[in-house]
């Protein structure tokens, strides 16, 4: 491994990173990598690289394990012209993370946790999740040859639990408080030798900071003025800042984007705070969300959200289930199918465009964190039709 430190988000002690450490023994808040100074593009083949190899210079890690990847990252940024006239602004994107090997954005931050695990000697990995997370630790484990264990809760529903089943993890249903669960696995973890990859851990941040690089290059390095981000646990929007703002380290961009964190109305407890003005993140109360996958009413990385909006000077905003379900519609008329968390940033852009925060002529990115095939039931919010007829009408029906 690289010298180079782990480091508090708050108070900046520093860890080493070859033994596992999670979050600070002082303050409690999430640590991170040290910033990358100097780093440039291993400009081969795409076909041939993974994505840690191409962005090898903003990793730790002197060589690279190329047999625990699924292929994961190098998705496409999608513009939608329709979209950007139907909501009055000249220029917005999609990065569709839909592509990635189970179907979620959350396998670039997995590639790089088992890549630390594996160089540490772990033998076993886990995560706690609802869906996203664990089947892409479970598909990773199941890659890698790991023992894996998933941690989810009791009450989750066959159709996201067979999905995760697949992979054929140690797959436990947890009865108790989900937030508890998340910092109840990282004793188990130290007691039993598992390397937890959750949703903030460190290096799971690290893979998140490729939609940030791939970004840049795909827009030729002429950032865009926003990039909105689908906001729960936190570890998605702190990675995509952190790869933007080491590539400016580096020289590659000469700014950074503004980060909007984007949470769905009936679960926002970092968009409260922040319109409170409060720099602690507290447990949102009973929340309700058709956007499960963003449903996490105590985010470990809230705190540090907050900070880092407002040194990046972006926003928090929340949107409405309604708008929500529309947005998952037009993003779907335009061709991509995200779950319904998938769909807020759209929907957030939508309305800072309607109260002037974004203005006409600004550039969007919105972040289609997941495919909507996980999240069937979201078909009925929709007033989707078919039509029928015998074959011999069909001519006639056509014309
Ligand atoms: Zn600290």
Redesign the pocket.
């Known amino acids: 491994m690289k010298e180079v430190n782990l480091i ?1 988000t ?2 900046n ?1 520093k860890f080493p990173i070859d033994k596992v450490h999670f979050r ?1 023994d ?2 409690n ?1 999430p640590l991170e990598l040290e910033e990358i100074k100097e780093g440039r593009i291993r400009k081969d083949n795409v076909f041939n690289q993974t994505i840690i190899e191409r962005y090898a210079d903003f990793f730790p890690f002197l060589d690279i394990d190329k047999d625990l990847s699924l292929g994961e990252g190098f998705t496409g940024l999608v513009e939608s012209n329709k979209i950007a006239r139907e909501i009055g602004i000249e220029n917005l994107y999609f990065k569709n993370e839909t592509q990635n090997p189970t179907w979620s954005f959350k396998d670039r931050g997995t590639i790089a946790g088992i890549q630390h695990a594996v160089k540490l000697g772990y033998k076993t990995i886990g995560t706690v999740s609802t869906g996203n997370m664990a089947s892409s630790v479970a598909a990773y484990g199941a890659k890698a040859n790991l023992k894996t264990y998933i941690f989810v809760y009791k009450d989750i529903a066959d159709e996201k639990l067979n999905p995760i089943a697949i992979y054929n993890p140690r797959l436990i249903k947890v009865d108790g408080d989900y937030g508890k669960l998340y910092l109840e696995s990282f004793k188990i973890g130290e007691e039993n030798n598992i390397y937890f990859i959750n949703s903030d851990v460190p290096f799971r941040i690290e893979g998140y900071k490729t939609i940030a690089f791939e970004i840049c290059e795909q827009l030729d390095f002429d950032i865009p003025d926003y990039i909105v981000v689908p906001t729960s646990a936190g570890g998605d929007i702190r990675g995509i800042e952190k790869g933007f703002r080491e590539f400016k380290n580096c020289g590659l961009i000469d700014k950074t984007p503004k980060i909007i964190c984007a949470q769905a109305s009936g679960c926002s407890p970092i968009y409260t705070a922040y319109k409170e003005k409060s720099d602690t993140v507290i447990k949102y109360e009973n929340p309700s969300t058709i956007a499960h996958a963003i449903g996490n009413p105590t985010p470990p990385s809230g705190n540090q959200v907050l900070r880092m909006i407002n040194w990046n000077r972006g926003t928090c905003v929340a949107v409405s289930d309604e708008e929500i379900i529309e947005a998952q519609g037009m993003l779907a008329r335009t061709g991509i199918f995200g779950q319904p968390a998938s769909a807020v940033p759209l929907a957030a852009v939508k309305k800072l465009r309607e109260e002037d925060y974004i203005k006409k002529e600004e550039r969007a990115v919105c972040i289609v964190t997941s495919t909507g095939l996980k999240y069937t039931a979201a078909f009925k919010k929709h007033n989707l039709r078919f039509e029928e007829c015998n074959i011999k009408d069909l001519s006639k029906i056509v014309k």
Request: charge should be positive.
């Open positions: 508090c708050k108070c002690k600070c002082i303050c808040e």
